[in-house]
Every structure is written in C-alpha cells, then in structure tokens.
C-alpha cells in the first residue's frame, strides 16, 4: 500500500524557516518524481513544487510565488521527501501536502494527509 | 501564466447528474486531472488524463475534454459526493508548473 507521510509542520515566525519532510513507503520512491501542494485555510489548492528522479538529474520547478524562498529535495536512500521554507510569509500559511506522480506526466495519484504550517508573530 | 476557471459551486439532488466544468484557454490541447476533497482530508484522484479512472473509483464519475472546456460528470448523485472538486493540468509550454482550477464545491440537495 502507497503511503505518504508529512511532518514538520508547525508555527513559526515571518522570515523564520521551516524544514517540511514526507516519508514515502508501499512504492519504489526513487523511480518517481515527487511534488509539494498547500492548501491556505479556506482556500484551494496550490501547487509549490516538483522534483524529478535521478534518471531527470533531479531536476526540479518551483511555483513562481515560492521560487527562491522554498527548496524541494529528496533522499531516495531514505525514501524521503523535503521542502526548505526560508524567508516565510504570512501568505505561506497553509496546510502542506506532498503528492506521487505516477508516470511523469504531471498529475498526483497519492497524497500525505498533509501538515500545518503557520506563519505568524 | 495558464488559468482554470471552476464555477464555485454546483447544487443538485440525490440521483441527478452533476457536470462540473473547467475553462481555459485550449485545454483540449491539456491532459486534464479531477480531484475530490472531502472536509478535512486529503485529495483524491478521481480521473486522470481526460478520461482515465483509478481502481477504485465508481464509473458513475467520468470526464470529458475539448475545445476550451473540460468537464467531470457525476452520475447519479450521492450525499456522500458532497465535496470540493479541483481540476489540474500540467503546464509545460513557457512554464512547466502544476496548476489547478478554483474548485467547485457540491451541495447535494
């Protein structure tokens, strides 16, 4: 069984950091490319980030309201999933879920629960 | 950057058809992807390329994409359909991002 597991969430003030990690099982991790989405209370969902696998360099894309605050990466020795949140924003508020794509063409067929990451003083 | 427009919510009754749309600009030429959210919980896929179905998935839930317009059909509605749905694309001509419609919430009446 595909399971995803966030952790890492948690509050924390503007400009403060936050290290997100997702623990992957039920699947061979390292052949898959991988993605962060949030959720802000209310709201809809928004995609942050993907990471390709080794054979794609580990190439990764970053949506244009995260790009250069936020950093994804992986660990397929430990079948892990991160997300580095630096330079936090009131507006980066929101609950983080991290998703398998199953081929490489851009869609999620198994999400985290997700974790809660609070930006505020 | 590429834009998808759910309307923000559709009601109907138990056992009617749902068709919840989602514009944007020649999303024909897009593989579109449905997500239903209950509250409180994660996404799930519901549909995949266009068409495709998870296992898993009843067939009452189907899509359709052409044109300007992707559509998600629920068929013979329940109460336990009650939920936020979410259409999403891959981007990949100026940027290669993931994008994803308002959503639409279903009341069931």
């Known amino acids: 069984e595909v399971q995803l597991v966030e952790s890492g969430g948690g509050l924390v003030q503007p400009g403060g950091s936050l290290r997100l990690s997702c623990a992957a099982s039920g699947f061979t991790f390292s052949d898959h490319f991988m993605n962060w989405v949030r959720q802000a209370p209310g709201k809809g969902l928004e995609w942050v980030a993907l990471?390709?696998?080794?054979?794609?360099?580990?190439?990764?894309e970053y949506a244009a309201s995260v790009k250069g605050r936020l950093t994804i990466s992986r660990d397929d020795s430990k079948n892990s999933l991160y997300l580095q949140m630096n330079s936090l924003r009131a507006e980066d508020t929101a609950v983080y879920y991290c998703g398998r794509d199953p081929d490489g063409s851009g869609y999620f067929d198994h999400w985290g629960q997700g974790t809660l990451v609070t930006v505020s003083s | 950057s590429y834009e998808l427009t759910q309307p923000p919510s559709v009601s109907l009754a138990p056992g009617q058809t749902a068709r919840i749309t989602c514009g944007g600009n020649n999303i024909g030429a897009h593989s579109v992807h449905w997500y239903r959210q209950k509250p409180g919980q994660a996404p799930v896929l519901l549909v995949y390329?266009?068409?495709g179905r998870p296992s898993g998935i009843p067939e009452r839930f189907s899509g359709s994409n052409s044109g300007n317009t992707a559509t998600l059909t629920i068929s013979r509605v329940e109460a336990g359909d009650e939920a936020d749905y979410y259409c999403?694309?891959?981007?990949?001509?100026?940027?290669?991002?993931?994008?994803f419609g308002g959503g639409t919430k279903l009341t069931v009446l």
């Open positions: 390329h266009d068409t």
């Open positions: 990471i390709r696998n080794k054979g794609n360099s580990y190439s990764t």
């Open positions: 999403q694309v891959w981007e990949n001509t100026r940027d290669h991002q993931g994008v």
